[in-house]
């Protein structure tokens, strides 16, 4: 009698193992981890206009300083979210098709150019191979950019109320 528990078997058929990235526990991670990190980016950009409103209204140099600044820790910070989900969906892209010939290991993976060869090598594995999961990595895409694209809204909504409440308006 099998176990119910089994790797391979549920209710006497061979379980389907699913190849798709959202579908895992360590896809449910990005994504959560993904939606989790949009919060400090509102955050900052909110601050961030604020910072522009002001610099712009006050005309002070020193201000104008601390927009850019924080305008370079604004969009690194979405950056750097967005390249950490692509990285662990290429991640598992590159586990469905390391057993074929054609496939490479990155060389450097902390080397931004390396690893977008290497992001772009995957993604022609994988179209030839399994059509499906670049169908999922196009769609992941998608969905998850429609969030940044909020992100950016909510922080203009919130420095025009923060600004408000600044000045009193």
Same mark, same amino acid.
């Given at each position: 009698m099998k176990n119910c528990n089994d790797e391979k078997y549920k209710d006497g058929k061979k379980k389907i193992k699913s190849d798709f990235f959202l579908f895992t526990p360590d896809g449910n991670k990005a994504v959560l981890e &993904? @939606?989790?990190?949009? /919060?400090?980016?509102? $955050? %900052?950009?909110? %601050?961030?206009? +604020?910072?522009? *409103?002001?610099?712009? /209204?006050?005309?002070? &140099? @020193?201000?104008?300083?601390?927009?850019?600044? @924080?305008?370079f820790i604004f969009f690194y910070i979405v950056i750097a979210n967005i390249t950490n989900f692509i990285q662990q969906i290429t991640d598992h892209m590159a586990k469905q098709v390391e057993n074929l010939s054609e496939y490479k290991v990155c060389d450097n993976p902390y080397n931004f150019k +390396?690893?977008?060869?290497? $992001?772009?090598? /995957?993604?022609?594995?994988?179209?030839?191979?399994?059509?499906? $999961?670049?169908?999922?990595?196009?769609?992941?895409?998608?969905? *998850?950019?429609?969030? /940044?694209?909020? !992100? !950016?809204?909510?922080? %203009?909504?919130?420095?025009?109320? *923060?600004?408000?409440? @600044?000045?009193?308006?």
């Open positions: &993904y @939606m989790r990190n949009l /919060t400090p980016q509102v $955050l %900052v950009g909110g %601050v961030w206009i +604020v910072f522009v *409103l002001r610099s712009n /209204t006050l005309e002070d &140099y @020193m201000l104008w300083g601390v927009s850019i600044a @924080m305008a +390396v690893w977008c060869k290497f $992001l772009l090598r /995957t993604l022609v594995l994988v179209a030839k191979n399994k059509k499906s $999961l670049l169908v999922e990595f196009i769609l992941a895409i998608i969905f *998850l950019l429609i969030p /940044t694209v909020i !992100v !950016v809204f909510a922080s %203009v909504n919130s420095a025009i109320q *923060l600004h408000k409440s @600044m000045i009193g308006g």
